[in-house]
């Protein structure tokens, strides 16, 4: 199952992780439920981001987060897409 807790877009990684928050503090019992419900091995937070045209990509995730993600027994995925280049004439 993939439940999307964000519209944010790709290059917006500060607002997809305030959207999370809120999502995972809101629905944190519901999420404890799902957790243990027979048959469910476990449970990731994805982050679609864009790739940047840079050496050395880094990105991080504040403690709040993670503190949130860790209670839940909720693993963290970062999935980096290419920029998309503007076709050529």
Do not use: C, T, W
Not at 11 to 31: H, I, M
Not at 39 to 68: C, K, N, T, W, Y
Request: no cysteine.
């Amino acid at each position: 199952m993939i439940v999307s807790v964000s519209i944010r877009e790709f290059v917006n990684l500060k607002g997809q992780v305030e959207d999370a928050v809120g999502f995972l503090s809101k629905n944190e019992g519901g999420l404890k439920r799902l957790r243990d419900f027979p048959g469910v091995e476990g449970m990731d937070l994805d982050f679609p981001i864009e790739a940047r045209d840079v050496v050395f990509q880094s990105d991080a995730f504040p403690p709040p987060l993670l503190s949130l993600m860790g209670g839940l027994r909720i693993g963290l995925i970062v999935s980096r897409y290419p920029v998309h280049l503007e076709a050529k004439d």
